[in-house]
């Protein structure tokens, strides 16, 4: 039996990344999981990777930007599986165009990092809870980032999402306690994902060297892989992190240990 066995499981930007390698992972644990993404073609090869796994996928096509698309997702889920038992808010962006400061950034460019990153995660615990408090508990979990902790220049609207991230982690926490509904996070470091080879603008051999350059701002001299953050959020989700709600994990190869970036070329890109 899976440790997830009987379980359903919402996964925001679930085809690929990070998303993707936990989709896979609570499938592999008998879940049934929905992968929330706009790519359609990424997610609908996800879920079919599930067809030889101990749990069942559905793909949902959807912006989690917006609260049709969150609402969407949520419906999606109760009708195929009867409810939600955890959510994992991973959806995130940091558009190689967003890297200005708050003067030269245009608004719009905030407003859709601002949503994606940050109102998502308001909008799917909004339209989650009810059928977690339902259920009798829940858990909901989301990918945060070093740079809610510590910056770097020219990243004004991520860094701002991803601080808003942590503190409504908490606030959720506290307020949703009494339902049995615990809601933590995970701060990526540098991940080996689609979302850093964007950032990059190179591909090829010069997206390798530029991911080993990467990886020398983390003192274990690499950047992360999906599945290493994937392994951290389904101990989170399971009842072996049972007396944890409130706080956050950071996973980032020792980066924040040393109390600042060494040189900036790590941004955390999950």
């Known amino acids: 039996m899976g440790e997830f066995d009987g379980k359903t499981v919402i996964v925001t930007g679930g085809a690929l990344g990070i998303g993707g390698a936990a989709s896979l992972a609570f499938a592999d644990e008998g879940a049934n999981v929905t992968v929330m993404d706009l790519n359609a073609a990424a997610g609908n090869e996800t879920v079919a990777k599930m067809d030889d796994r101990a749990g069942?996928?559905?793909?949902?096509?959807?912006?989690?930007?917006?609260?049709?698309?969150?609402?969407?997702?949520?419906?999606?889920?109760?009708?195929?599986?009867?409810?939600v038992d955890i959510l994992f808010n991973n959806v995130g962006i940091q558009p190689p165009?967003?890297?200005?400061?708050?003067?030269?950034l245009p608004e719009a460019d905030w407003d859709r990092i601002i949503n994606v990153n940050l109102k998502s995660?308001?909008?799917?615990?909004?339209?989650?809870?009810p059928h977690m408090r339902n259920a009798g508990g829940g858990v909901i979990i989301s990918s945060a980032s070093v740079q809610g902790i510590q910056s770097m220049p020219g990243v004004s609207a991520y860094a701002a999402s991803k601080g808003g991230d942590l503190s409504l982690m908490r606030q959720?926490?506290?307020?949703?306690?009494?339902?049995?509904i615990r809601v933590l996070a995970v701060n990526p470091g540098t991940i080996n994902t689609p979302m850093v080879h964007n950032a990059s603008g190179v591909s090829g051999a010069e997206l390798d060297a530029a991911l080993v350059d990467y990886g020398k701002d983390h003192p274990i001299g690499r950047v992360g892989q999906p599945e290493e953050i994937a392994g951290v959020v389904l101990f989170l989700a399971s009842d072996r992190a049972a007396f944890m709600t409130g706080e956050s994990v950071t996973v980032d190869g020792g980066m924040m240990?040393?109390?600042?970036w060494a040189g900036g070329a790590g941004a955390d890109l999950d």
Do not use: P, Q, W
């Open 56 to 83: 069942r996928g559905l793909f949902v096509e959807a912006d989690a930007g917006t609260a049709e698309g969150c609402k969407k997702t949520v419906d999606a889920t109760v009708e195929a599986f009867g409810g």
């Open 97 to 104: 165009t967003s890297y200005l400061d708050a003067v030269e």
């Open 121 to 129: 995660r308001f909008l799917m615990a909004k339209f989650c809870i």
């Open 172 to 180: 959720l926490s506290l307020d949703f306690a009494k339902d049995n």
């Open 257 to 260: 240990a040393k109390g600042a």
